[in-house]
């Protein structure tokens, strides 16, 4: 698949206010915000700006930090990271691997099996119930 690449005026006109601030300007929402913190259905959490699939109901657990949390994205090549060096501390962003929106970071604090968090801004996402058909 190849990258997806869209002008500023058309990121601002897809999204809300906040999810570009946050997708496209590496914000961050607000903690207890998301209505994602709070989902616990079976389905798919995908990006804001592309649909791309990102992380598995299955991989989410309750941190207690106020953001999604997630132990593993969909498939290895679904997110991409790099070092974050803002406000004097030294991170690890993710974002999107195809249209490369800021989704969270990730930390080496979580469960098993993989020991990652990966702390996600609930506006960076959609979600997808999985359809009982």
């Known amino acids: 698949m190849s990258k997806i690449n869209k002008s500023d005026a058309e990121w601002r006109a897809q999204l809300s ?12 929402e607000r903690a207890f915000t998301s209505p994602l913190n709070e989902e616990k259905r079976d389905g798919m959490f995908t990006c804001v700006c592309c649909g791309k ?3 598995a109901s299955d991989a989410k657990f309750d ?5 999604p949390s997630f132990f593993e994205p969909v498939a ?9 060096r803002a406000f004097f501390m030294r991170r690890t962003e993710v974002h999107c691997a195809d249209c490369n929106a800021h989704l969270g970071h990730v930390f080496p604090d979580g469960p098993r099996p993989t020991g990652l968090r990966y702390c996600i801004n609930g506006v960076a996402l959609d979600f997808k119930p999985e359809s009982k058909e």
Do not use: C, I, N
């Not at 906040?18 to 300007?25: C, D, T």
């Not at 941190?63 to 953001?67: A, D, L, N, Q, V």
């Open 17 to 28: 206010p906040e999810a570009y601030r946050v997708a496209r300007q590496h914000g961050t």
């Open 53 to 55: 699939e990102l992380f």
């Open 63 to 67: 941190s207690g930090t106020g953001w």
């Open 76 to 84: 290895k090549e679904a997110v991409g990271t790099q070092e974050d």
